[in-house]
């Protein structure tokens, strides 16, 4: 595993849809192994049966993670960290879209 994208979230599943779907429409499978990670933060909308749903739907491994309660943005981001698996690690807010296809190699030059 390379990348290791992580999305934490409170609700606001409309948000979340854009991201993760720009996410995938965005970046280069055969280019960068990557898994997705969206941690639902104390989400009490649909976000969890969203990204139910993308993943059976995806080759791409999305990984659900669901806390009960909202535990701040931070500890959000940590959870992720800790369920990654790749080498490099990305944290995008839930209301980020990602607009071309070399993003990920623009992180990475530098």
């Known amino acids: 595993m390379q990348v290791s994208i ?24 055969e280019k960068y192994e990557y898994e997705i990670i969206v941690v639902a933060n104390g989400c009490d909308d649909d976000t969890e049966e969203y990204v139910l749903g993308v993943q059976r739907s995806n080759k791409i491994p999305v990984v659900l993670c669901s806390n009960k309660e909202a535990l701040g943005a931070g500890e959000a981001i940590n ?20 607009l071309g296809r070399h993003w990920l190699d623009l992180l990475r030059e530098p």
């Open 79 to 98: 959870t992720g960290i800790r369920l990654s698996r790749g080498e490099y690690i990305v944290t995008l807010n839930n209301d980020c879209v990602i």
């Open 6 to 29: 992580i999305i934490p979230c409170f609700n606001h599943i409309g948000f979340t849809r854009k991201c993760v779907q720009s996410v995938l429409d965005c970046t280069d499978f």
